[in-house]
């Protein structure tokens, strides 16, 4: 199954990824997580391993992968690997991806797009087609599982990423800008026919009304995770996150049970 996490920014997009596919791989799934988000360099310390290099590297850096990919014509031209010629256009699978380009520990392997390491080195339009094209040739087995934690907002859903998934996680904190993405994200998923749950994260017993009442139904609430002193700290020192949450092996359950029924 490929599961996309999304929301608006520091609302526990890499957090909710990180305790799922912990969870998920404690209950046998093979997970990969598949780090989009070029900006930020939290995701691998959340989930205890070094930061993998940047897959765009796989395709000679940023500015030849970008020339690759606006000129199809010139792949044959290019001395790319055998690999690297078969990913814009065939499928494969997770034992397909070279070594050298994800960690992996206790069941959880993470890949990384790419980041920005300096100034005017480009934009993440060439890390974010090659995600595109990633996911959608990636073939899954049985007992495998995706998870794409995105880049915060909705830009995804216009590139066209979010069509290649089976399922969309939007994440809500309780701020205004969350709970009105709410609707536009539900709204997006419809729009492209996909199913969506959403996480209630960093919950009060204040908030929680008001974070309720930002899903119209209340069915796909799929996970209430309160605001926890645990997470805080892991995130404030760069710590794995180690905590198990209840509301997140509730989360696993369902999507295996969903993942059953595809
Ligand atoms: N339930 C929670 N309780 C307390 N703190 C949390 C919780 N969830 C996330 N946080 C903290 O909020 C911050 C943002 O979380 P996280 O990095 O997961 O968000 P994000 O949506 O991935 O952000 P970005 O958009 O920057 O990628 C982190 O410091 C994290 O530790
Ligand atoms: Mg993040």
Not at 84 to 96: G, I, N, P, Q, V
């Amino acid at each position: 199954m490929k599961i996309a996490i999304c929301g608006k920014g520091g609302c526990g997009k890499s957090t909710t990824t990180t305790l799922l596919g912990k969870e998920l791989a404690r209950m046998g799934q093979n997970v990969l997580v598949i780090d989009s988000d070029e900006s930020n360099f939290g995701l691998h310390r959340q989930l205890g391993v070094e930061l993998p290099r940047d897959f765009t590297e796989y395709f000679g850096g940023k500015d030849r992968a970008f020339k690759t990919m606006m000129t199809s014509g010139i792949l044959e031209q290019m001395k790319l690997s055998a690999f690297a010629k078969k990913f814009f256009s065939e499928d494969w699978t997770l034992s397909d991806i070279p070594e050298e380009y994800y960690e992996k520990k206790d069941g959880v392997m993470l890949m990384s797009s790419g980041k920005i390491h300096q100034a005017n080195e480009g934009c993440a339009c060439t890390m974010n087609s090659i995600i595109q094209q990633f996911i959608m040739h990636l073939q899954l087995r049985e007992m495998e599982t995706a998870i794409l934690d995105m880049e915060a907002g909705i830009e995804h859903f216009g590139r066209g990423t979010d069509n290649s998934m089976d399922i969309i996680l939007m994440i809500i904190d309780p701020t205004y800008e969350s709970m009105q993405l709410a609707g536009k994200i539900g709204e997006l998923a419809r729009s492209i026919e996909k199913p969506i749950l959403y996480i209630l994260n960093k919950v009060t017993e204040d908030s929680r009304e008001l974070m309720e009442g930002a899903v119209e139904d209340k069915n796909q609430i799929a996970a209430v995770i309160p605001q926890n002193k645990e997470i805080l700290e892991a995130g404030m020192f760069g710590k794995e996150l180690l905590i198990r949450e209840r509301e997140i092996r509730k989360l696993a359950v369902r999507l295996m049970g969903y993942g059953q029924m595809k």
